[in-house]
């Protein structure tokens, strides 16, 4: 079959564009969750904070449950893209766990979400709502947690941290400064609650805080 010239292209234009819309909302409506909750996340709020139709956004999502778990979806992606990557750039062990304490710091201050950390938000919210989005938020977290576990698993291995440390505290450990961090800085809008937090870290884990590098401090 001959097919003009131009023709697949224009056929696939309205697919990216479509792609294109559907990235944008997902984008808007993490940032709107952060300030008003994912239970406050409806197709109508949502339209009308981004001056869009609802029909328009039930062509991209059928119920507020659908557009509920695009939207941790897409914020799981941002948070992978500003923290995790870094974090798996960096040398294996101490140095990991410094990146991906200091990519979440800086993921704060750059207020990628104007309400801080999208999953710290939404994991207070929702842990009492049993359903497919507290799952999706469990999984996210237990992720998250296995991920510093595993760094702080192999800077134990390579002799960067004492071998007394357990992986699974110092974890919990980890997390808990980065949540208190987000909370006193949504709090108090202060970026010095960030550095405060920088230095508990670097502490923590016996790193000069004269470097972020993340060499062990001699």
């Not at 709107?32 to 197709?43: N, P, Q, R």
């Not at 139709?53 to 659908?66: Q, R, T, V």
């Not at 920088?198 to 004269?210: A, D, N």
Request: charged letters at 20%; aromatic letters at 6%; hydrophobic letters at 45%.
């Amino acid at each position: 079959m001959n097919t003009v010239p131009g023709q697949s292209v224009r056929a696939r234009q309205p697919r990216a564009d479509g792609e294109r819309t559907r990235a944008a909302i997902l984008r808007a409506a993490a940032s709107l969750a952060t300030v008003d909750g994912l239970e406050g996340l409806s197709i109508g709020h949502l339209a009308s904070a981004i001056g869009m139709s609802k029909s328009g956004l039930y062509a991209h999502f059928g119920s507020k449950l659908e557009l509920q778990l695009a939207t941790v979806q897409e914020a799981s992606r941002i948070f992978a893209e500003e923290v995790v990557e870094p974090a798996l750039a960096a040398p294996p062990g101490v140095s990991q766990l410094v990146a991906l304490c200091e990519a979440f710091f800086e993921h704060l201050q750059r207020r990628t979400f104007p309400g801080g950390c999208f999953f710290v938000g939404v994991a207070l919210e929702m842990s009492t709502r049993p359903g497919p989005v507290k799952e999706a938020i469990v999984e996210f977290q237990t992720g998250f947690a296995g991920l510093i576990k595993g760094f702080a698993a192999t800077a134990i291995a390579r002799g960067e941290l004492p071998a007394r440390e357990n992986p699974d505290q110092l974890a919990f450990e980890l997390n808990g400064i980065i949540v208190a961090a987000n909370t006193n800085f949504v709090l108090h809008d202060n970026p010095a609650v960030l550095d405060m937090a920088r230095q508990i870290v670097y502490r923590r884990l016996g790193v000069s805080s004269s470097t972020r590098a993340g060499t062990p401090a001699v």
